[in-house]
């Protein structure tokens, strides 16, 4: 006998119990993933201080720390990037929400982890660009890069020596990939 389970939604992820994890909805379907490590954390805090200073100034948005965006539903996937923005034209039009933002951030940005595979952190990317992601930016601590992605077909990788530049998802940001290192 084979029973079938039902997708869980965005709605029953919200209610979770606290039990140390956190999860991600794909497809329906509850994904554990165990808690970044602290050399992670200071990559996205280094990228999220920054990226906040210079919205924050400019008025443009709001930028958040893994937050939950719904980016499909029936069956729902919910995917928290570490860092993410949303331009104020698109906060004025949809206003503050409770629960998990309909729809991708303009911004995403993924610290690769140390148990992550190449193909996951490329499934992600390719996820919030199809969901209307703008730029997505993947820290990779292994080899000390950052790309960032505007499209399946463009796609830039910076080295320490270069500079990470917002363009018209984040006029005026700009931040030095070494910083984002230091």
Known sequence: MTTKTRPTTAEELLHLPDDGFRY???????????????????????????????????????????????????????????????????????????????????LAVEVVSPSDRCTRAADKVAEWLRAGTRMVIVVNPRNRTVEVHRSPTDAVTLAEGDVLDGADVIPGWTMPVASIFS
């Open 24 to 106: 991600e909805l794909i497809r329906g379907e509850l994904v554990k993933t165990t808690p970044p490590g602290q050399y992670h954390g200071k990559l996205a805090m280094n990228v999220g201080v920054d990226l906040k200073i210079h919205v924050r100034r400019a008025g443009i948005g709001e930028v958040y720390t893994e937050t939950g965006y719904t980016l499909s539903s029936n069956p729902d996937t919910v995917r928290a990037p570490d860092i993410s923005f949303v331009s104020r034209e698109r906060l004025d039009e949809i206003g503050e929400t409770e629960g998990y933002w309909q729809g991708a951030p303009d």
